[in-house]
């Protein structure tokens, strides 16, 4: 750009890269949004599935604003380069002419693009706090649905949603991994004769003892009621032969509940993915293994090997309850 004054020439120079990269930054911005906050697939209907109206509402506001913004300031900068050219060809003839070159209009310019830089600046840090607040919240609402209030472990749906995960890496040539069902025996005897309170008691229990002896667990889970399940590593017998050290261990334990100590037994089914379409079928094979656990007097652990429920050591009596 011939112009006269080097410092004018730079002066456009770095207002206008500011302004493009100010322009595309926002638009980066604006598309990572709302890739990250609407973007298709399960995981959005999940999230959508927990947001209010009044959210669901406020988010698509704040994104609309966001992406009217975007155009907004797009259309500035195209505005600002037009300018810009102008400007440039006037000083090329004001100097081909031999005139000194007027500032008027690059001062009023540039006065424009900085104030439109501070009000953009305004409205996206308001946006960003806004942003921000509600993907805390968004968060709060997801852990909430995924979480057992008593127990503190995964649920049932965060459960559902992370056996179709595992089986389907399964299927496309991921790892291989075993699910135990675990059942609390004589529960209900347990309920009736010391309480709901010492039955919570007992849950929290169990879990806790869960969450200790299986760090390395994908997912520990109250399956509902007094049944848990467990997402863990293969081999299928390897986590059998440690949920029955678990089994032995409690059943040598007392917990104290409201002045009272409980012997607690626990029965569990196994079972781990074959050659099949859905995960369905590895689930009902982990019941069958453990409704023969508890068919064949408790206190025992099943697995299933792909025919039929097999008896994982010596039988034991369960507890009187």
């Known amino acids: 750009?011939?112009?006269?004054?080097?410092?004018?020439?730079?002066?456009?120079?770095?207002?206008?890269?500011?302004?493009?990269?100010?322009?595309?930054?926002?638009?980066?911005?604006?598309?990572?949004?709302?890739?990250?906050?609407?973007?298709?697939?399960?995981?959005?209907?999940?999230?959508?599935?927990?947001?209010?109206?009044?959210?669901?509402?406020?988010?698509?506001?704040?994104?609309q604003q966001l992406a009217t913004w975007t155009?907004?300031?797009?259309?500035?900068?195209?505005?600002?380069?037009?300018?810009?050219?102008?400007?440039?060809?006037?000083?090329?003839?004001?100097?081909?002419?031999?005139?000194?070159?007027?500032?008027?209009?690059?001062?009023?310019?540039?006065?424009?693009?900085?104030?439109?830089?501070?009000?953009?600046?305004?409205?996206?840090?308001?946006?960003?706090?806004?942003?921000?607040?509600?993907?805390r919240q968004i968060e709060s609402y997801l852990t909430e649905a995924r979480t057992d209030g008593l127990t503190q472990l995964a649920n049932r749906r965060a459960f559902d949603a992370k056996i179709e995960e595992m089986f389907n890496a399964y299927r496309k040539g991921g790892k291989s991994f075993a699910i135990a069902i675990i059942d609390i025996d004589h529960f209900k005897s347990i309920n009736d004769t010391y309480g709901h309170q010492s039955g919570d008691d007992v849950l929290r229990f169990i879990a806790s003892a869960f969450r200790q002896a299986f760090e390395n667990a994908y997912m520990i889970a109250r399956y509902g009621g007094e049944e848990f399940v467990l997402i863990l590593p293969s081999p299928m017998r390897l986590a059998a032969d440690r949920i029955d050290a678990l089994r032995k261990n409690i059943a040598k334990e007392q917990i104290e509940t409201d002045g009272k100590w409980l012997q607690i037994n626990f029965s569990a089914g196994l079972s781990e993915p074959r050659q099949e379409l859905v995960a369905a079928h590895m689930i009902r094979r982990a019941d069958e293994a453990l409704y023969s656990a508890k068919n064949m007097g408790r206190n025992r652990?099943?697995?299933?090997?792909?025919?039929?429920?097999?008896?994982?050591?010596a039988p034991e009596l369960a507890g009187p309850y």
């Open 301 to 313: 652990v099943y697995y299933h090997d792909g025919t039929q429920p097999v008896l994982l050591g």
């Open 1 to 63: 750009m011939p112009i006269d004054n080097p410092l004018i020439f730079f002066a456009f120079a770095a207002v206008l890269l500011v302004v493009v990269g100010v322009g595309i930054w926002v638009a980066m911005q604006s598309r990572k949004r709302n890739s990250e906050t609407v973007s298709s697939g399960p995981a959005a209907a999940e999230m959508a599935s927990f947001l209010t109206e009044t959210d669901r509402q406020a988010m698509l506001s704040l994104l």
């Open 71 to 135: 155009t907004e300031y797009s259309g500035n900068v195209s505005s600002y380069q037009t300018r810009l050219g102008t400007i440039s060809r006037e000083f090329q003839r004001d100097a081909a002419a031999a005139k000194p070159p007027s500032t008027t209009r690059v001062m009023g310019l540039l006065g424009e693009i900085m104030q439109s830089n501070a009000s953009l600046q305004q409205r996206l840090e308001s946006a960003e706090k806004q942003l921000d607040r509600q993907t």
